[in-house]
C-alpha cells in the first residue's frame, strides 16, 4: 500500500498523523470518535490547534472559557457548518461529547505565551467562515473557509470541500511545494476524506513535475492522503459525493499555488 494513503483504526482514535510518522515538518492530524458523554484532553507542546467538531455536539472548555453546543451536525454532508474551536500552542482543551462525535483535530507548530499571531483561544462562527463555488461544470464543487489566511493563527490553514458526483476536485491540477512567493508557497497537505454513501472511495494523484513521485490511490470513506509536494488532483465516481477536510501549514501561513501547465488551458476553456 502507497506510504500517503492512510487507513482508519477501529479504534476512539480514528488517525493520529504526526510530523514524524508523515515525515515532514508541520502538520499534525487526529481524528477521534466519541461516544455521549466521553471526556478527551488534549494539548499538544508548541502546536497550535483547530478542534472541527465534523458531525454531533460537544461541549468545549479552554482555561476559563466554556462553550456548549459546539457543532450540531449529523453528518458532514450537512449544508451546515461545523463547530471549530482555535486553541493557541500549548494550552489544553477539555471536550465532553454531548452526543456521538467525529472529532478532527488540526494541528501545527506555534507560539505561545501569545507571541504569535493566533490570539486567544475562541470559537470559529459560521459568518466566519467564507464559503465559495471553485471551478465550473464537472469541475465544480463547494469550498468552506474553516481556518483562512484571513483569519489569526500562526501556521495553521484548514478548509472543508464537498465535490458532487461524477466531478473532479483540486483541479485543474496544482501544488504548493515551492518557497517562492508571491506566486508560490511551500504547505504540507492532508486530505480526510468521507464518501455518501460510504461504500464509495475517490482516485487521488499525487505527483511531481519530475514524477519522482507519481502515486494514484484510492481512496476509501475515512482514509487519509497525505500529500508531501506535487500535484493532487481528485475524482470522484459517479452516484458518490466526496467531503474532504483539508489540513495545510508550512513555513509561511500563506496558500499560494501553481497549476500543472500541462492543463492550465482548461481555465481559458469555454463550456
Given at each position: 500500500?502507497?506510504?500517503?494513503?492512510?487507513?482508519?483504526?477501529?479504534?476512539?482514535?480514528?488517525?493520529?498523523?504526526?510530523?514524524?510518522?508523515?515525515?515532514?515538518?508541520?502538520?499534525?492530524?487526529?481524528?477521534?470518535?466519541?461516544?455521549?458523554?466521553?471526556?478527551?484532553?488534549?494539548?499538544?507542546?508548541?502546536?497550535?490547534?483547530?478542534?472541527?467538531?465534523?458531525?454531533?455536539?460537544?461541549?468545549?472548555?479552554?482555561?476559563?472559557?466554556?462553550?456548549?453546543?459546539?457543532?450540531?451536525?449529523?453528518?458532514?454532508?450537512?449544508?451546515?457548518?461545523?463547530?471549530?474551536?482555535?486553541?493557541?500552542?500549548?494550552?489544553?482543551?477539555?471536550?465532553?461529547?454531548?452526543?456521538?462525535?467525529?472529532?478532527?483535530?488540526?494541528?501545527?507548530?506555534?507560539?505561545?505565551?501569545?507571541?504569535?499571531?493566533?490570539?486567544?483561544?475562541?470559537?470559529?462562527?459560521?459568518?466566519?467562515?467564507?464559503?465559495?463555488?471553485?471551478?465550473?461544470?464537472?469541475?465544480?464543487?463547494?469550498?468552506?473557509?474553516?481556518?483562512?489566511?484571513?483569519?489569526?493563527?500562526?501556521?495553521?490553514?484548514?478548509?472543508?470541500?464537498?465535490?458532487?458526483?461524477?466531478?473532479?476536485?483540486?483541479?485543474?491540477?496544482?501544488?504548493?511545494?515551492?518557497?517562492?512567493?508571491?506566486?508560490?508557497?511551500?504547505?504540507?497537505?492532508?486530505?480526510?476524506?468521507?464518501l455518501n454513501p460510504p461504500s464509495g472511495y475517490v482516485h487521488q494523484r499525487v505527483y511531481t513535475d519530475n514524477r519522482s513521485l507519481d502515486e494514484t490511490v484510492s481512496a476509501e470513506d475515512r482514509d487519509v492522503v497525505l500529500v508531501p509536494?506535487?500535484?493532487?488532483?481528485?475524482?470522484?465516481?459517479?452516484?458518490?459525493?466526496?467531503?474532504?477536510?483539508?489540513?495545510?501549514?508550512?513555513?509561511?501561513?500563506?496558500?499560494?499555488?501553481?497549476?500543472?501547465?500541462?492543463?492550465?488551458?482548461?481555465?481559458?476553456?469555454?463550456?
Open positions: 500500500m502507497s506510504r500517503l494513503l492512510i487507513k482508519p483504526a477501529k479504534a476512539q482514535q480514528v488517525h493520529r498523523i504526526t510530523p514524524h510518522s508523515a515525515g515532514w515538518k508541520y502538520v499534525g492530524f487526529e481524528l477521534y470518535d466519541l461516544q455521549t458523554g466521553q471526556h478527551l484532553s488534549l494539548r499538544q507542546a508548541g502546536r497550535e490547534l483547530c478542534l472541527v467538531v465534523l458531525s454531533g455536539t460537544t461541549r468545549v472548555k479552554v482555561g476559563a472559557q466554556l462553550w456548549n453546543g459546539v457543532g450540531g451536525r449529523s453528518s458532514v454532508f450537512d449544508e451546515q457548518a461545523p463547530g471549530v474551536i482555535y486553541v493557541p500552542a500549548g494550552v489544553g482543551a477539555e471536550v465532553l461529547a454531548d452526543t456521538s462525535v467525529e472529532l478532527a483535530v488540526c494541528s501545527a507548530p506555534g507560539q505561545s505565551n501569545g507571541q504569535g499571531n493566533s490570539g486567544q483561544a475562541r470559537i470559529i462562527d459560521d459568518a466566519m467562515m467564507s464559503q465559495e463555488v471553485r471551478g465550473q461544470g464537472s469541475n465544480t464543487r463547494y469550498v468552506r473557509n474553516i481556518l483562512p489566511e484571513d483569519q489569526p493563527a500562526d501556521s495553521l490553514l484548514v478548509v472543508e470541500v464537498i465535490t458532487p458526483s461524477g466531478n473532479w476536485s483540486s483541479y485543474p491540477p496544482h501544488k504548493h511545494d515551492r518557497n517562492a512567493l508571491p506566486e508560490e508557497s511551500k504547505l504540507e497537505e492532508t486530505y480526510y476524506h468521507r509536494e506535487g500535484y493532487h488532483p481528485v475524482g470522484v465516481p459517479h452516484g458518490y459525493t466526496s467531503y474532504y477536510l483539508n489540513v495545510m501549514a508550512g513555513a509561511v501561513r500563506k496558500w499560494r499555488f501553481a497549476n500543472d501547465p500541462a492543463h492550465e488551458w482548461l481555465l481559458n476553456k469555454a463550456e
